[in-house]
């Protein structure tokens, strides 16, 4: 059972308002977290719901050395009848584990990762955005907190649950980005951390994410580590590249080698394309073949999914093999309808028939 202790300073109705409007991505968090201890040899401790704030450390903490941190990241809606749902939180427990296996972390049991889920989500229902495209986003973290420096995993260890209410990832909305192409850097490779959702993996792709920019690009695509020809991600989002022939439409996503972040947004696209009727695959797509697709018309739509922004088009590509734009620069039809599909179901406004909604408050 988590213990609630409430702020002694929690926002007013006017200052969370305020702090509400345009919230934009991660920017403001609200009143509470919640923060379980793990110690080798006891286990997960008494989880705590208190004041949002800073977390005391040793300055020997092993995440801040050699870096055992993982996170998750899922939403919980404003339903269409007032009451609030998160979107597959156990799909995010059991990646969550996934990740803390990678790293010699401590598995979470699901029933904390969703206990404390609960917990602060009725605690903070007030800071839940309303409007279609806003959600509560959540994030829990764990890091290695034993104050010791020797190359060795942790034997203590915290879990913290924080919300921030979030609106837009991209600041220019569901505009098409344009993508850099990186042949200097790779995300992940074959037996490393690819697949795990680790502080380490976002650090190694900011310099990488810098030179996009440098390109005049807002997002970099990363391609695999040993023959640098198959496309696996887009930043932090999975891919999918739509094919029209023969009056059939047909979206295809990288398929997941090791290397690539298995997304909860890609695995539901790929459930509910099918039911719109569309075919979907998990196959290798090289940089050369999405070069000459788009040239003959086969490809007309490229887009990137995340729990962050959801479904973004890519509107131009550029790299050091060339530069091509994809359906104009413009959104495309099947980004647009599989976006307002998902939505629609994370927002009660369609009837959720695979059991992804879990209700929370209301
Ligand atoms: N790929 C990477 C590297 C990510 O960080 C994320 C975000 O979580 C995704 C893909 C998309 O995953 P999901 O749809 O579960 O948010
Ligand atoms: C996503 O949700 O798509 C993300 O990549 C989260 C990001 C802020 C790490």
């Given amino acids: 059972m988590i213990q609630i202790q409430p702020s002694t300073h929690p926002a007013s109705a006017e200052e969370r308002a305020q702090r509400m409007t345009n919230p934009g991505f991660g920017r403001i968090f609200t009143d509470h977290m919640v923060v379980v201890p793990y110690k080798e ?4 401790g008494k ?5 949002y704030g800073p ?3 040793d300055p020997a903490a092993s995440v801040l050395h050699y870096g055992q941190a993982i996170f998750e990241g899922f939403k919980a809606y404003k339903q269409q009848d007032g009451s609030i749902a998160t979107f597959r939180p156990e799909a995010n427990s059991r ?69 921030s209410p979030s609106g837009a990832y991209f600041p220019a909305g569901v505009k098409p980005v344009t993508v850099w192409i990186s042949d200097d850097y790779v995300r992940a490779a074959p037996g490393g951390t690819g697949f795990a959702k680790c502080a380490g993996n976002y650090a190694a792709s900011l310099v990488a994410q810098h030179q996009a920019k440098g390109e005049g690009c807002d997002q970099v695509v990363w391609l695999d580590a040993v023959t640098r020809n198959y496309i696996e991600e887009m930043g932090g989002m999975n891919m999918f590249f739509v094919y029209q022939e023969n009056g059939v439409t047909t979206i295809a996503t990288p398929e997941l080698t090791g290397t690539l972040l298995p997304g909860i947004t890609r695995d539901s696209l790929l459930q509910l394309a099918r039911e719109l009727g569309y075919r979907a695959e998990e196959r290798k797509i090289t940089v050369d073949e999405w070069r000459a697709a788009i040239k003959s018309g086969r490809m007309t739509e490229v887009f990137a999914c995340g729990t962050a922004a959801v479904i973004t088009p890519v509107g131009h590509v550029k ?31 369609a009837p959720d028939t695979h059991g992804w909604m879990k209700k929370i408050v209301g």
């Fill in 319 to 349: 790299s050091k093999r060339g530069e091509w734009s994809i359906n104009k620069g413009e959104t495309g039809p099947v980004a647009a309808r599989l976006r307002e599909a998902l939505l629609n179901l994370q927002h009660g406004l």
């Fill in 95 to 163: 990646r969550f584990n996934t990740s803390a296996a990678r790293l010699a972390m401590p598995d979470l049991p699901e029933a904390i990762f969703l206990e404390a889920a609960k917990a602060l989500i009725t605690q903070d229902q007030a800071w839940v955005p309303g409007a279609v495209g806003e959600s509560l986003y959540m994030r829990p973290l764990m890091i290695g907190t034993e104050a010791a420096l020797g190359v060795r995993p942790s034997n203590e260890y915290l879990f913290i649950l924080m919300a």
């Fill in 55 to 57: 977390i005391e450390m």
């Fill in 41 to 44: 040899g006891e286990g997960w």
């Fill in 47 to 51: 989880g705590v719901l208190k004041a």
